[in-house]
């Protein structure tokens, strides 16, 4: 049978295909071309903090960012910070190729004083050489946050990257920076690339259809809000991020150590004194005051806002959504010490290495110590995790003393009593396995055609 198609449709055509391509979402590699590992390099750098190589830009590219002082790597920082001659950081790929640029992916995190983080960057790109001329392809404005910002670019063929740094948050010392990635744009002209952009496209939509159903509560689980709570229960419910209070959330606590539930990294532990190790955190105990028997609580050794953290996972170390995280404070330490604001990041990835994404800041609630000796429970908005990590940034009843950091109540430990974690369900969350299971397809999908692609071009 031949089709004849409408005149009128012929007439449509050549508007009606660059507005559908343009519709879609941009599809990007998986390979971080700018990784050291992958063949990246850093070609030069127009100054070192101090020039002291614990801050090269080498570690720009290194895989990895600071996060505690286990960390391999501080990341880079310059010597200066000069507004008006600004310093660069240029880049280059394996065997000198010219990449077609589609995503920049840059952390912040460095274990210098935030005002030194970088904040507004520019891109730009050169066909020719690592001395230009070079174009600007994109101005990006970082959060001052130790997680990894993804910025879509409009895929660009580059040679070299010269990174630009317009500003930081507010030093005159330096500007710094933990991580660099760079992702190809994949082609939808070729028959595979095009078909990797529709199913990208078509699991985002089902991304957004599932945020739609989470946010109007259609799901199964509890509802939790201050009236379903148990009476006997004194509990602060605090809405994180605009939680709207109708997150329908699961009934069993996933961090327990019953239900699978696991410490993986932690900072440090008070005297190396195992009754006060991070394990105490997901033990289902709690300290009490009043008789003294129970468990301990975490403790650290030491506290300095940021550097103290414990990072945990679930049974199988299989991939959650979180909808409900609940704290409590109560330790066998002197409340000088406990946890007040506690930051909480998120990864489908590496429980070393992330990325991380900010889930949010949580706040332990009330000025004496039996207000703070309650479950405080804290909706967030749902978030896939398969690590959770808990980075503490603040202790005690929040005593403001002169000269001295507010954060700090105590400089000798930080500690918390236990920490539980819930699920955001829909109906039983069908919809998210099966998003999973797509996007898995996804992936291999876009590593088959790496290959594919770099078996074409050795066999030429
Ligand atoms: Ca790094
Ligand atoms: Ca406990």
Redesign the pocket.
């Known amino acids: 049978m031949k089709r004849i198609f409408h005149p009128l449709f012929l007439a449509i055509l050549p508007f009606a295909v660059p507005l559908a391509a343009s519709a879609q979402a941009r599809s990007t590699d998986t390979l971080d071309i700018a990784a050291r590992a992958n063949g990246g390099r850093v070609i030069a750098s127009t100054s070192t903090l101090d020039s002291d190589k614990a801050y090269s830009a080498d570690n720009l590219i290194d895989g990895t960012v600071w996060s505690g002082p286990n960390s391999k790597t501080r990341g880079w920082a310059s010597d200066k910070f000069d507004p008006i001659t600004h310093d660069s950081v240029i880049l280059g790929f394996a065997g000198n190729r010219v990449v077609n640029i589609g995503k920049i992916v840059l952390n912040p995190s460095t274990d210098l004083p935030r005002e030194r983080w970088a904040k507004d960057v520019e891109v730009q790109t050169s066909t020719d050489t690592a001395e230009g001329p070079w174009t600007p392809v994109a101005q990006i404005s970082l959060k001052q946050s130790a997680s990894a910002q993804e910025f879509p670019i409009l895929p660009t063929p580059a040679r070299f990257v010269r990174l630009v740094f317009r500003s930081n948050y507010g030093s005159d010392r330096a500007v710094a920076l933990g991580e660099v990635s760079l992702y190809e744009a994949i082609d939808t002209s070729d028959p595979v690339g095009g078909l990797i952009t529709r199913l990208e496209g078509a699991i985002g939509d089902l991304r957004r259809y599932r945020e739609v159903q989470l946010e109007s509560g259609n799901g199964g689980g509890q509802t939790v809000s201050t009236g379903a709570l148990s009476p006997a229960t004194v509990q602060l419910v605090q809405l994180i991020d605009g939680g709207e209070g109708r997150v329908p959330v699961g009934k069993t606590n996933i961090a327990l150590t019953r239900n699978g539930g696991k410490i993986v990294a932690y900072s440090s532990i008070f005297d190396n004194d195992a009754s006060f190790g991070p394990d105490?955190?997901?033990?289902?105990?709690?300290?009490n005051a009043t008789t003294g028997k129970?468990?301990?609580?975490?403790a650290s050794q030491g506290f300095a806002p940021n550097r103290e953290y414990v990072t945990l996972g679930f049974a199988q170390d299989r991939t959650h959504l979180i909808g409900k995280i609940v704290l409590?404070a109560v330790?066998n330490q002197s409340d000088l010490r406990w946890a007040r604001r506690v930051q909480v990041q998120a990864t489908t990835g590496s429980f070393k290495d992330g990325p991380w994404k900010d889930v949010a800041a949580l706040n332990i609630k009330g000025k004496s110590f039996l207000e703070r000796s309650v479950n405080q429970e804290f909706l967030v908005r749902p978030v896939e995790a398969k690590y959770l990590r808990f980075i503490f940034s603040a202790n005690g009843p929040g005593i403001v003393l002169p000269n001295a950091d507010p954060n700090i109540n105590s400089d000798r430990s930080v500690s918390l009593?236990?920490i539980e974690v819930y699920e955001a369900t829909t109906n039983n969350d069908q919809l998210g396995s099966l998003i999973s299971r797509f996007s898995s397809v996804l992936s291999d999908l876009k590593t088959l055609r790496r290959k594919m692609q770099d078996g074409a071009a050795t066999t030429e």
Do not use: A, R, V
Request: proline fraction near 0%.
């Open positions: 105490k955190l997901i033990d289902g105990d709690n300290f129970g468990s301990n609580g975490w409590n330790s009593g236990e």
